[in-house]
């Protein structure tokens, strides 16, 4: 079991020895998987959100009480539809009786070249990557404003959002809204009960698909100042930091080993060559 007797900083924070999460996007064992693991490891019970990956979910489920010490529940729903962004809040509010954490993981993507966009596509962009986050938020807003300890909202974002890349023109735009949602989100939750927080998490290069080659990813290392590619345990522990640290709200933190800040084009300007 990897959990451990220590009251964690989590538990501090919202003075509980059962603080509750939850992560949608949550239910295959990508990014969303290793942020729920990453939070049950700090003393967090956790609701995990699936839509397609129901099997996956369960099955991740019915091992996290051996594996963490902490308890697991499934919700399940389609983001595509405003009625599920309630329905897994308050599910997941009703069963543990508390909700201090979300985390808007879910997203889609999927490469498409700039003529063969139709409206359709960018809608549906929107309304997962967007329209989604922003009515779970709301909605776990509404009890994290109730709790006199307040709650943690995270939304994830894109580190590219600030230097796109071709054939995704359609999905950046619903990624940039992530920014200025949260920090209205920030503003707005934050002056109804100032212990609710909201900020954001900007992953770059942490995940890769199975078809890229190494030449690509040698690439991608050498885009970045850290001289690697990240991993989903990089993004997990922003999350965990940004759910500890009390006195951040509002903010979009980068997760991507300096790639938005770094240009590799081998030039070294302001370099004394005299």
């Known amino acids: 079991m990897e959990t451990t007797n220590r009251r964690s900083r989590l538990q501090d924070v919202f003075d509980t020895d059962d603080p509750v999460a939850i992560v949608t996007g949550s239910g295959s064992p990508r990014v969303g998987r290793v942020i729920a693991e ?9 609701a995990l959100h699936a839509n397609t990956s129901v099997d996956e979910a369960r099955h991740a489920a019915s091992q996290w009480k051996q594996r963490f010490g902490r308890e697991a529940k499934v919700v399940l729903g389609s983001l595509e539809e405003d009625t ?13 009786g508390r909700l201090d954490i979300l985390v808007n993981s879910a997203a889609i993507w ?4 700039l003529e063969n966009i139709t409206g359709d596509e960018i809608r549906r962009y929107f309304q997962v990557n967007s329209v989604a986050s922003l009515l779970c938020a709301r909605a776990a807003g509404r009890h994290m404003v109730a709790q006199s300890h307040g709650g943690c909202i995270i939304n994830l974002g894109d580190w590219a959002t600030v230097r796109p890349y071709a054939e995704h023109a359609a999905y950046f735009p619903s990624k940039g809204a992530i920014e200025v949602m949260t920090r209205s989100l920030a503003v707005e939750l934050g002056s109804s009960n100032a212990n609710v927080r909201v900020n954001c998490v900007q992953p770059g290069p942490v995940l890769l698909s199975e078809d890229v080659t190494q030449d690509t990813v040698n690439e991608l290392a050498d885009s970045t100042l850290a001289r690697r590619v990240g991993t989903p345990e990089d993004v997990a522990h922003a999350v965990g930091f940004l759910c500890e640290n009390t006195f951040v709200t509002g903010v979009c933190l980068p997760v991507d080993g ?3 800040v770094f240009a590799p084009d081998g030039l070294q300007i302001g370099r004394n060559t005299g």
């Open 38 to 46: 990453e939070l049950s490891r700090r003393g967090c019970h956790v």
């Open 84 to 96: 599920t962004c309630d329905a897994i809040i308050d599910q997941t509010h009703q069963h543990f």
């Open 110 to 113: 999927t490469p498409t070249r």
């Open 258 to 260: 300096g790639r938005s």
